[in-house]
């Protein structure tokens, strides 16, 4: 069975970073790219970019090129998304998904909170 399970809520001051976590289960962790997707209070869902952890190739989605890193530790079949110079604005839940054959797969999401 397929599970994606993301590290808990954070909180975070303004201009600090934060990494978030993502424990792929029950799948070949390199066969699928992992996405990024974000969604704030009364925000509709905002993608981020996407890792290849086969090569962990990137792509980053334009408003978040700057400030934000994907990565991944295959011996640990683990991603991570790392936000910097954290604004208030970033405060969402944060959600890493993956795709195969049978469909798409959801972490249950982290809460990032950034709050002075």
């Known amino acids: 069975e397929v599970q994606l399970v993301q590290s808990g809520a954070e909180l975070r001051n303004p201009g600090a970073s934060v990494k978030v976590y993502c424990k792929a289960l029950?799948?070949?962790?390199?066969?699928?790219?992992i996405d990024w997707v974000r969604q704030a209070p009364g925000q509709g869902l905002e993608w981020m970019g996407r890792i290849d952890p086969e090569n962990n190739g990137t792509k980053y989605a334009r408003n978040f090129q700057d400030r934000v890193t994907f990565a991944t530790d295959t011996s640990t079949k683990t991603a991570y998304v790392e936000l910097t110079s954290l604004r208030m604005e970033d405060t969402a839940v944060y959600y890493c998904a993956t795709r195969d054959n049978g469909g798409d797969y959801w972490g249950r999401g982290t809460q990032v909170t950034v709050s002075v």
């Open positions: 029950g799948y070949i962790f390199t066969s699928y790219y």
